[in-house]
């Protein structure tokens, strides 16, 4: 379980103030899953980067299974972030000098797992979402459906609690987000907590829960 | 994630970014191959240039040479070695003018001098060699007594004499001059003189002799066509490269040849005319006939020979040396040969001294005979110390005693007697008679003009000269090897100018390059970071990459490097034997000639330290963009996508 507590997180731009969150607080249970909505610029992005740990909120705290990420150093948040989160991003950022196989298996080789058990299990995460031909390809040589297939399967290399997706289908044609929705609707169902971060409805939909931002605050928390 | 696999992504990344890679690739091994080059090429220029001179610059400076008696007219010139201006005397009275044992001991007795020596000169009428030079005759300057220690300065080689050997020599080559004929196929010559000219009784115009090409006195001024004389002389051109080593034959002593035309004076100048083998027959009859009644004619007329090894070439100066040992078994046998040659026949004590001129022992100095001296009309022959010379037989141009050229038909006619030696008293120099035993030569005071000084060490060097120029042996210090000491500096202040000048392009193209790879890494590290990648592994994987390229664009420079030595080691050959060398043999007396594959040669004992450097360079620079790629926060990574 995830707790936001009265999150606010603020950027100092020169001698500019700019409040991306202000006193944001919900909860995320095991195995839910949340879309995140907003317009662009209402702080979606930046509540996604402190529930995955890559940022640090300017007060409140977020509470993962109880503990304070505030408080975590370099070491345990990068280790919170390679066993406990997936990310999913809008422009898939595989590496580009590594293959689709590889690609899946770093997540694996940060966690101190051999090169050889690593590769395969990224064999076997990408033969289940239909990749097993892609696996020596290197991303420029696949489609963007392609690699953002690719790139839910590296979020799921550790068997995450969570995969935190950045408008996973943005900059996907229709039938390509239809298969990456297809892909975290069987995420859900194996009990993966999925958070999304979307404008588009059509994505929420798979999700059971919607939060709404607007100018850093919760303007809604509903629930289907 | 283990180090392997930090090295197999960069790899990955290597292959992937072959043109970002160059950027480091390329420069880094420019940079190595230069470094390789240069240091290479700095320590074989060394190397060659200290190879070039015998032993070492501190064994040359160990060695002085001190000298007195200038004197003029010696085809050999000054030499200027070891900082002293030598000239060697000619016709001196050596018991005057020479150094002698008094004069060793106040040397040797110098603090800092190790051993000090007088150079004694073979005192022969003539020396010359057929086969030195293949097909040319060429007459040797004599020989100096060398000692060992001393030796040093002009060979590396052993210089001993050993019984049954062939003696070793440093040979000078400004002896190397062949005399030869030139009558331009006539019988008759003739030479006219401009109308102010004189010709003085006694000048060396009267021997008909001139030089051509060579440094030799010009004899007879006022020649109206270019080299009338019929003797000529030439330099003979040599490579010490062949000869160094080569075993040759000297013919020492024998009757001089007589000239083989003679000498007229005419209204206007000098008429010659070359003999018919008649007249030179009836030439030699007539020495014949005056020598064998006391000498067996063809044992006295024939020389002795000896096989010398040449072990080094000295090109100022006039004199060659020899072991002592060998200079003494060279001198009794030269003395011997003529007692052996000895009929039972006395001579008259008015001939000897007359007719029959040798050395002249008084008891204290030995020296060569007075007449031979004489600018009354006898003929001279330069070159020899110490030695009665040859006298032309020509009955009408040499009268010895006479005042002119000319003197009238009939005049006497003097021999020279190699080995021949005639007691007179000191106080009168009046003739005693000859000397058949010669235990007196062990009793002989050691004079000559020349004093070897070997000093303990370089250093002691400036002391010594000051002891010595107290001390009434004045000795000026012109040392030339500066030149050498400015080398080596100059070079090492070129490789140390070249290694700081690695280190901070090193810096700089490493620092740089990584900091453009860490700036245009971003993305790649915000993916890392939020894959959960730590700062420590973003830093090895950073600092790794940057030790990758630095060690492949090493690899790839000491390739490089080694292929462009090999490539320019025959024009740095050519540029050290036409610049560097020249330099080097002016300030020298002996030199080595320089091959070609020293500068092939790799110093990789001294590109170790400059790799080591790189190394460190290396691991400290690439530390920064490292640190920088750690602490680049994930979300702005990934935002500048």
């Keep these: 379980m995830i707790e936001v507590k009265s999150v606010t997180r603020v950027y100092q731009q020169g001698s500019h103030k700019f409040k991306a969150l202000d006193n944001v607080s919900f909860v995320i249970q095991k195995g839910e ?3 995140i909505e907003g317009p662009s610029g209402s702080g979606k992005s930046t509540l996604m980067h402190l529930l995955g740990g890559l940022d640090t909120p300017t007060s409140g705290e977020i509470l993962v299974e109880g503990h304070n990420l505030s408080k975590f150093g370099d070491k345990e948040l990068s280790q919170f972030r390679n066993q406990a989160i997936g990310f999913v991003f809008q422009t898939f950022n595989l590496q580009s000098y590594l293959t689709a196989q590889q690609n899946v298996a770093v997540p694996l080789l940060i966690a101190g797992k051999s090169y050889k058990v690593a590769m395969a299990r990224a064999e076997v995460l990408l033969q289940r979402f239909g990749m097993v031909d892609r696996l020596k390809y290197l991303p420029k040589q696949m489609s963007g459906g392609e690699q953002q297939r690719v790139a839910v399967a590296r979020a799921l290399a550790n068997e995450p609690n969570m995969i935190l997706a950045d408008e996973p289908t943005g900059n996907l044609d229709k039938d390509n987000a239809n298969t990456i929705l297809a892909m975290f609707d069987e995420i859900i169902k194996d ?15 798979h999700c059971k829960r919607t939060i709404r931002i607007e100018k850093g605050e919760v303007v809604k928390d509903k629930n289907k | 994630m283990s180090f392997w696999q930090i090295l ?6 290597l292959f992937f970014y072959k043109s970002k890679a160059l950027f480091l690739v390329i420069p880094m091994a420019i940079l190595v191959a230069l470094g390789l080059i240069i240091v290479s090429e700095t320590s074989n220029i060394r190397s060659a240039a200290q190879g070039m001179i015998v032993g070492t610059v501190e064994e040359q400076n160990r060695v002085l040479e001190l000298s007195k008696n200038p004197m003029a007219n010696l085809p050999g010139g000054t030499s200027t070695s070891g900082g002293a201006v030598r000239m060697v005397s000619f016709n001196a009275d050596p018991t005057q003018n020479g150094y002698n044992q008094k004069d060793q001991d106040a040397v040797s007795a110098i603090a800092g001098v190790q051993k000090a020596s007088i150079l004694q000169a073979l005192n022969v009428n003539q020396m010359a060699s057929s086969d030195l030079f293949a097909g040319k005759k060429v007459s040797l300057m004599s020989f100096q007594g060398l000692d060992s220690a001393f030796a040093s300065k002009y060979t590396s080689s052993d210089f001993s004499y050993q019984d049954g050997q062939p003696i070793p020599v440093i040979l000078n080559a400004s002896g190397f001059i062949e005399e030869y004929e030139q009558w331009n196929g006539k019988q008759d010559m003739e030479m006219t003189f401009p109308k102010a000219a004189a010709i003085n009784a006694g000048s060396t115009a009267a021997s008909g002799m001139v030089t051509s090409g060579t440094s030799a006195t010009i004899n007879a001024n006022g020649s109206d066509g270019a080299n009338p004389f019929p003797n000529q002389q030439r330099a003979v051109n040599f490579d010490k490269n062949t000869l160094i080593g080569k075993v040759f034959t000297v013919d020492i002593g024998g009757l001089q040849a007589g000239q083989d035309f003679s000498t007229t004076p005419t209204e206007t100048g000098l008429k010659f005319h070359k003999y018919t083998t008649e007249e030179l027959a009836a030439t030699d009859k007539k020495q014949s006939d005056a020598i064998a009644p006391y000498w067996d004619y063809a044992k006295i007329k024939a020389p002795i020979s000896y096989k010398f090894k040449v072990v080094g070439i000295v090109e100022d100066g006039a004199m060659s040396y020899v072991p002592p040992a060998a200079l003494n078994k060279i001198q009794h046998d030269y003395y011997q040969h003529q007692i052996d040659a000895r009929t039972t026949k006395a001579i008259d004590k008015a001939l000897l001294g007359s007719t029959f001129l040798g050395q002249n022992y008084d008891g204290v100095s030995f020296k060569q005979d007075i007449f031979s001296m004489m600018g009354g009309g006898a003929t001279l022959s330069t070159g020899m110390m110490g030695s009665a010379v040859a006298v032309s037989s020509t009955t009408t141009a040499v009268a010895v005693g006479g005042a002119s050229l000319g003197g009238p038909p009939g005049a006497l006619t003097s021999y020279t007697i190699p080995g021949l030696i005639i007691s007179v008293k000191r106080t009168d120099s009046s003739v ?11 009793t ?8 070897e000084i070997k000093i303990n060490s370089i ?36 490789t140390w100018g070249f290694s700081l000048a690695f280190v901070v392009l090193s810096i700089i193209l490493i620092g740089f390059v990584m900091s453009k790879f860490v700036s245009e890494g971003k993305r790649e590290i915000g993916v890392y970071r939020a894959l959960g990648m730590s700062k420590d592994k973003i830093r090895a994987l950073f600092f790794w990459q940057a030790l990758v390229l630095t060690v492949i664009g090493y690899g790839v420079g000491v390739l490089v490097g080694i292929v462009s030595i090999k490539l320019i080691s025959a024009p740095m050959h050519t540029w050290f034997v036409d610049v560097l060398g020249k330099s080097i043999k002016d300030a020298f007396n002996v030199v080595n000639p320089v091959s070609n594959s020293q500068f092939s040669l790799i110093d990789f004992a001294t590109f170790k330290i400059h790799s080591v450097i790189l190394l460190v360079i290396t691991l400290v620079i690439a530390l920064i963009p490292a640190d920088t790629a750690a602490n680049t926060s994930p979300i702005e990574a990934m935002r500048g996508e």
Excluded: C, W
């Design chain 1, 33 to 35: 899953s949340l879309a």
């Design chain 1, 191 to 205: 009990g993966t907590a999925l958070v999304v971060v979307t404008h588009d409805s059509a994505v929420s939909k």
């Design chain 2, 8 to 13: 197999v992504i960069n790899f990955k990344k």
């Design chain 2, 432 to 442: 005693q008679g000859e000397i058949k035993d010669l235990s007196f030569l062990s």
């Design chain 2, 444 to 451: 002989v005071p050691v004079i000559g003009d020349t004093m």
């Design chain 2, 459 to 494: 250093y002691d060097r400036p002391a010594v000269v000051e002891a010595m120029n107290q001390a009434g042996y004045g000795f000026q210090d012109n040392s030339k090897t500066n030149i050498f000491r400015d080398l080596q500096r100059n070079l090492s202040l070129a």
